[in-house]
């Protein structure tokens, strides 16, 4: 039972090149979730996804772009990476995102943008 | 504006007791949670409380009082295991997970 998944699981890029991060999870939960966590912030919600075909933006959606064409995969892409975009990206994922629905990460990808 | 706060690093001894924290101020209040999150791993969940009162589970136990938008975390017979950060998540009326920045503790032999 292979869970979520992530890859890569680092990555080091340079400023300006496009970034993609995949999340692979084996459950069929409808929700999927990408944060991001940097030293001194809470886990600061990307985007979401309830479904396949349907997603919306979180707190810090500026510079990324997701998809979810299958209920598996929800991929984000940093369209031009910024320094500022140097953080470690945790996918997860919930059955339904009702209250009192446990998140289940992503082993996290580390990500350095020079 | 949202708000979690929570101490930033706190140190036990091991077999000790230790209580962390977490006070909130969000658009609404759908429960809390407690993650434990271990240096360079994923957040595992911990507990969830969605009414006032204390909740058990092992070692472990969460507290929450709605009204004073305070909840608290209690590890017993800490163990070096127990070594890692914790995060206090509130989920507001958009049914949002709004994630405080965590505690780090560190257990002292």
Redesign the interface.
């Known amino acids: 039972d292979a869970g979520i998944t992530q890859s890569p699981r680092y990555k080091i890029t340079e400023t300006g090149r496009q970034v993609t991060l995949m999340c692979h999870q084996t459950w069929s939960h409808s929700y999927m979730f990408w944060y991001r966590q940097d030293l001194g912030h809470g886990l600061r919600l990307i985007y979401y996804s309830a479904a396949a075909d349907i997603t919306d933006k979180g707190e810090v959606p500026d510079g990324y772009v997701v998809s979810r064409s299958k209920t598996e995969n929800f991929p984000l892409t940093l369209e031009s990476a910024t320094r500022s975009q140097t953080s470690v990206y945790f996918c997860a994922s919930s059955v339904r995102g009702l209250e009192g629905e446990t998140q289940y990460f992503g082993p996290g990808t580390r990500l350095l943008v020079l | 504006g949202q708000n979690?706060d929570q101490p930033t690093e706190m140190t036990a001894t091991e077999g000790a007791i230790v209580q962390i924290n977490c006070t909130y101020q969000t658009s609404g209040f759908?429960?809390l949670?407690w993650y434990q999150q271990h240096a360079g791993?994923?957040?595992?969940?911990l507990s969830?409380n969605?009414l006032d009162g204390l909740e058990e589970k092992g070692r472990f136990s969460s507290f929450l009082s709605r009204s004073k938008g305070y909840s608290y975390l209690l590890l017993k017979e800490l163990q070096m295991k127990d070594s890692a950060s914790y995060?206090c998540?509130v989920?507001d009326s958009n049914?949002?997970?709004?994630?405080?920045?965590?505690t780090k503790l560190i257990i002292k032999p």
């Open positions: 979690i759908n429960g949670f791993e994923a957040p595992t969940f969830y969605v995060l998540a989920t049914y949002q997970l709004i994630w405080g920045a965590g």
